[in-house]
């Protein structure tokens, strides 16, 4: 069991910054996968960024994806917001458990509102 602690929405104006953050906690082994996506009103979900050992995979250069290992945290900085980037956004952690299964685990959702 995996439980994911997301916090960090709201509103903000055009141009302005938020920064998302997500805490994993349970019976983690290893984290392999930590990621952002997001869904708009009448839109699919889509990957905004995710961050593995390998490296670091960003689809919005105006956002950044960080972790923090000590804490099983990941960040999304995002800056010069748009209206466009409105919607709700999710954590995605793929961890192995202390069975040395594969888990798949979603946040509750941030609402991000980009408006003046």
């Known amino acids: 069991q995996v439980q994911l602690v997301e916090s960090g929405g709201g509103l903000v104006q055009p141009g302005g910054s938020l920064r998302l953050s997500c805490a994993a906690s349970?019976?983690?082994?290893?984290?392999?996968?930590m990621a952002w996506y997001r869904q708009a009103p009448g839109k699919q979900r889509e990957l905004v960024a995710a961050i593995t050992s390998g490296g670091i995979t960003n689809y919005v250069d105006r956002f950044t994806i960080s972790r923090d290992n000590a804490r099983n945290t990941v960040y999304l900085q995002m800056n010069a917001l748009k209206p466009e980037d409105t919607a709700v956004y999710y954590c995605n952690v793929r961890i192995t458990n202390v069975a040395f299964s594969t888990v798949d685990s979603w946040g509750q959702g941030l609402q991000v509102t980009v408006s003046s």
């Open positions: 349970g019976s983690i082994r290893s984290i392999n996968r």
